[in-house]
Each structure stands twice: as structure tokens, then as C-alpha cells.
């Protein structure tokens, strides 16, 4: 079955730190693999995307993610964090069917 | 530029009572629509789906219903609440299946 992965309910990070929010992935063909984050009480913000090409990617807010085909993961970073940075994050896959399969959410907390 | 209203934001229902949560997207022509809910601020759990007009797919059996009346209106409906229907509702839309989702703002039903 096709599915994707977020091990971690919760990442604790101190401001100024690097984060890393973990994604795993199973899916048939090529990946297309997705991060949104999501604020309270609001809807999810696409943040970036792998496709195809070089294996970091980068997106909005200075987030950027490393896509490693062998581990079949594609986890999300940020060389220093931001109290704002504190939000859920989703991390989604497209099915070979062309569905998008979201994750079930990583809760970050930056604290200060 | 494209852009998603989702309405009303919040909403207290009496269990029993009917629902009309309404979408619609500016900007673009022929979306993919979807309609989630997500519950206690984790993982989305997609409701419905449509690429055309008329044109619905449910995912999940439940107790609502969604229409598609105009190329860029999608309606979430129920005759009679449930308990369980409370939680926070999401439109979202895309160019193409498989592609990027935007997200509305969210409607937060609670159901008494």
C-alpha cells in the first residue's frame, strides 16, 4: 500500500538551533513528495515540493528538505529555527493514482 | 493571483440540524476541489473530491454530502448533524489532480 509516515508527534527545538522533522514514504513509481505547514486555526500553506532533479530542495521560510531515495525519506530542515517556525507540519506524497496522501501531522515547538 | 474563501469560520450546530458550508475559488478556471476534515488539530481526512461541475467523489461513507453547482463553488452539506461531525473543515484546491493543494481558512463546526 501506498502511504507516507511522520514518526515524531512532537519536535522540541531551541530557537537558533537546526531542525529536522522526519517523513518516510511508500509509493509505486517516481515520488512526488510535499511539505505544508499549518498554523493554528488556520489552513495548510504549501511550504515546498521534490519532483525531480537535485536532492535538496528548498521553499519558503527558509525551510528545505533532503530527499534520500535509498532511506525513502524526504525530511524537512532548517539551519536555525524561529519561535514563529512553531506550527504542525504535513508532509504528503502522490499515489500513483494521483492522490495526495498527507501525513499525520509533527507538531513543532521552537522555544526560546 | 488565485485565492480560496471558505465560510463561515466558526459554527455552533444543534445535533439535528442541517449544514451548508460553502467554498469558492477566484482566479482560475476548472479547479480540483476537496473538502477535508481534520480532527483535534492532527491529520487530514479527505471527505470528498470533484474535477467538474456535478462531478463528485466521496471517499469515506458518512453523513454528509457535497455539490458542485458552479465551476468554482463547492458546497459541504448535511440534513441532520451528528456529534461526530464536529471538527475543523478544509477546502482546498488544485490545478490538476496530484498537484499542489491551496487551503481555505477553515471552518470550525462544533456540534452540541
Known amino acids: 500500500a501506498q502511504s507516507v509516515a511522520q514518526p515524531e508527534d512532537q519536535v522540541n527545538v531551541a530557537e537558533g538551533n537546526p531542525l529536522t522533522v522526519k517523513c518516510t514514504y511508500s509509493?509505486?513509481?517516481?515520488?512526488?513528495l510535499f511539505w505544508y505547514v499549518q498554523y493554528p486555526n488556520r489552513g495548510l500553506q504549501f511550504l515546498l515540493k521534490?519532483?525531480?532533479?537535485?536532492?535538496l530542495v528548498k521553499g519558503s521560510y527558509g525551510f528545505e528538505a533532503e530527499f534520500n531515495k535509498s532511506q525513502t525519506s524526504f525530511h524537512l530542515k532548517k539551519p536555525s529555527a524561529l519561535v514563529s517556525d512553531s506550527a504542525l507540519y504535513f508532509c504528503?506524497?502522490?499515489?500513483?493514482?494521483?492522490?495526495?496522501?498527507f501525513g499525520s501531522g509533527t507538531r513543532l515547538s521552537i522555544r526560546p | 493571483s488565485q485565492t480560496i474563501h471558505q465560510w463561515p469560520a466558526t459554527l455552533v450546530q444543534p445535533v439535528g440540524s442541517p449544514l451548508s458550508l460553502e467554498c469558492t475559488v477566484e482566479?482560475?478556471?476548472?479547479?480540483?476541489l476537496y473538502w477535508y476534515r481534520q480532527a483535534a488539530g492532527r491529520g487530514l481526512q479527505l471527505l470528498f473530491y470533484?474535477?467538474?461541475?456535478?462531478?463528485i467523489s466521496s471517499e469515506v461513507p458518512q453523513n454528509l454530502s457535497a455539490s458542485r453547482p458552479q465551476d468554482r463553488q463547492f458546497i459541504l452539506s448535511s440534513k441532520k448533524l451528528l456529534l461526530s461531525d464536529s471538527g475543523f473543515y478544509l477546502c482546498?484546491?488544485?490545478?490538476?489532480?496530484?498537484?499542489?493543494?491551496?487551503f481555505g481558512a477553515g471552518t470550525r463546526l462544533s456540534v452540541l
Open positions: 482546498a484546491w488544485s490545478k490538476a489532480k496530484g498537484d499542489i493543494q491551496y
Open positions: 509509493v509505486s513509481g517516481n515520488p512526488y
Open positions: 521534490y519532483i525531480t532533479g537535485d536532492n
Open positions: 504528503a506524497v502522490r499515489t500513483s493514482a494521483s492522490k495526495i496522501i
Open positions: 482566479g482560475t478556471s476548472n479547479p480540483n
Open positions: 470533484s474535477v467538474g461541475i456535478g462531478q
